[in-house]
Structures are given as C-alpha cells and as structure tokens.
C-alpha cells in the first residue's frame, strides 16, 4: 500500500462531522500517513486541536482564513499564539489573500453568508501578521490565494518567511510564477479537483503549472471537505448536504495522487515515495501534540 499524505483539508468541518467515527477508522486503511488538518478561524481551532487528540496522523494548523478576517475578534492574535504554544509542532494556516471575495464573488454565496468581507489591505494585515508569527518561530504555513499572485508574490519577497518553507495550497497561479514561488521556499499541492481538465484539449494553465514544479517542492492535497474531483475520478463518496452540495471524501486523496502521476508522467510509487519526502520536510517527522 502506498503511503500517503494530504497536505491540506479541513476534516473539522461541519459537512465532515457527522462522518467522523467512520473516517478515523477508515483512513489510516486507505494508506493515509498524515494529513494537515487546517482551522480557518477561531470558532474551529478547538475542533481540529480535538482531531489531533483522537487520531496521531492529524497534523493540527491554525489560522485566520482571508474569507474570515472580517469577523475577528479584538483578541484574535492573543488567541492563535495560544493556540500555536499549546503544540509547539503545529502548523500556521489556513492564512492568505482573497480578491475574489471583493471583485467576482455574488453578494449571495451561501458559503460567504454573515461574512464581513474585509478590504484587501485588511487582509494583507491579517496575514503578513500570521506569515511573520510563523516566521519567527519556524512554523509551516498554509497559504490560499486567489485573484491575488502579484500582490503575494510581492509580499513574499518582502517580508521574512519560514526558513523550512511555506505551502500554496491548490495552487492555481500562472504556470510562470512557479519558479518565482520556489525561489521564495514555497512548496506547491496539487488537488483532484483540478482533473475536470484532465482531457489534452482542455488541458488548463492549472495543470500546466504542476508539471513545471520542482520534485522537491510537490505535496497533494484534498481540501476536503471542499474542491470536489470530478464524478469518474472519485474513489470514495459521502452524502450531499441537505442542499445538495457535494461533500469531497478525504479518502480521494489517492486519487489526486495517481491524476498527478499521469500528468507529470512518472511512476506512481515513484511520486508517493517523492511527496513523502516532501511532506516530512516541510511539516516534520510527526511528534503528538502535548
């Protein structure tokens, strides 16, 4: 069995919850390693803290999510520097930019209800905030992005930054700012969800880009419960929510790992083998939170 590794999901979730008891069990089965399990506010830290508690593999990492820099309390730093002591291996993230929130997202999104969408130099502060705290003491950071490269590309090289290495998670910048992210130690996870373009007609700039990645800097991901793969990818399903939306199974990660495979045109083992080494490099050989 092929060991394997999701450097990026939210398994506290609310979607993910009811499903818990079944996933712990069924997950190490599949061949799952480790997975960094990401809080995204300070509602969620105490749940992933508890994950981390019940399963060994879990991988804890706490963050304030750019789609909830609004909605921060007045003590917030004071909260994730608690946080982070409590487990001095934890990981800083899920942290990062978000222009889409502000320039193409519809004012109705269910998934941005009662969210105060904060402006973007709000949440530049947020950020480059949580990246200097993870800096400074060495922690791995998880970084979402989206309609916003330049501007992180921008802020990497101007402020300090993990010496082990940072991920950007679901990258899905332009294949030329690859190289420019590695030279700043950024690490790169692929996820399933981007095989909806898997066909050579159709073949996106986002699967382009992970052919130009680095073996070195290449970790995959499943962000479940979000970014579902494509029906005839999917290896494992879960019930859709009672509106009907789907629910990605943390399980599909070997999923990810063979579309990731068969686009860079290596041997499956080979890339496991890779990925693993990766993913201890940047998120350290596993210690159980104290």
């Known amino acids: 069995m092929l060991p394997l590794y999701d450097a990026h999901n939210h398994l506290q979730d609310d979607w993910l919850a009811p499903h818990h008891p079944a996933l712990l069990h069924e997950l190490p089965a599949l061949g799952l390693r480790a997975a960094v399990v990401n809080g995204t506010c300070e509602a969620d830290w105490a749940s992933v803290a508890s994950l981390a508690q019940a399963a060994p593999w879990v991988r804890p990492s706490y963050g304030l999510h750019p789609w909830d820099a609004g909605n921060r309390s007045r003590d917030w730093q004071a909260h994730l520097r608690a946080q982070l002591a409590a487990d001095p291996h934890a990981a800083v993230g899920e942290i990062g930019l978000d222009r889409w929130i502000l320039e193409r997202a519809r004012p109705d999104d269910p998934r941005l209800a009662g969210l105060r969408r904060a402006p973007f130099p709000e949440q530049i502060e947020v950020f480059t905030w949580q990246l200097a705290l993870a800096a400074s003491e060495n922690r791995a950071a998880s970084i979402h992005c989206l309609d916003a490269w330049g501007a992180l590309a921008d802020l990497l ?97 070997a999923a990810s790992y063979a579309g990731l495979a068969e686009l860079r045109e290596v041997d499956l083992a080979t890339l496991a083998a890779q990925v693993e080494a990766n993913f201890l490099r940047l998120f350290g050989p596993h210690t159980a939170p104290v």
């Open 157 to 253: 090289h101007a402020v300090r930054t993990p010496l082990r290495g940072f991920l950007l998670h679901a990258y899905g910048g332009p294949p030329e700012m690859v190289r420019t992210f590695a030279e700043c130690g950024a690490y790169f996870s692929f996820n399933g969800a981007a095989l909806k373009d898997a066909g050579p007609a159709q073949r996106s700039r986002k699967l382009e880009a992970f052919k130009l990645v680095p073996d070195e800097r290449l970790l995959v991901e499943t962000d479940a419960p979000a970014m579902p793969l494509p029906p005839a990818f999917r290896r494992h399903e879960l019930p859709p929510t009672a509106d009907g939306q789907t629910v990605n199974h943390p399980g599909n990660i």
